[in-house]
């Protein structure tokens, strides 16, 4: 495996958000004369990742607004059948 990607997967395992991650590994590709294609590797994996993550991010907040609407609708003294 590429020694950058290995680089960028430590950071992630490590808790590091993902565009501080692709940061530190492309001053790292820098700092070794890694070549384009090393950032290429790096920046396909580190664009699935940040796909993923926003995934999971947006289904989180999905489930947080339909929870919220539904209480402040009940609090409202709206029925279960009146919910959009």
């Not at 590994?25 to 993923?52: A, C, M, R, S």
């Not at 607004?65 to 209480?71: G, V």
Request: aromatic residues 14%; negative net charge; glycine residues 4%.
């Amino acid at each position: 495996m590429n020694k950058f990607l290995e680089k960028y997967k430590e950071e992630r395992e490590a808790g590091t958000e993902e565009f501080k991650a692709f940061g530190i590994v492309v001053d790292f590709i820098l700092d070794e004369n890694g070549t384009i294609d090393d950032l290429n590797i790096v920046h396909d994996y580190f664009t699935q990742d940040f796909i993923e993550e926003s995934e999971r991010e947006f289904e989180v907040l999905s489930k947080y607004i339909e929870t919220s609407y539904q209480r402040n609708m009940r609090l409202a003294g709206h029925r279960e059948s009146d919910f959009i």
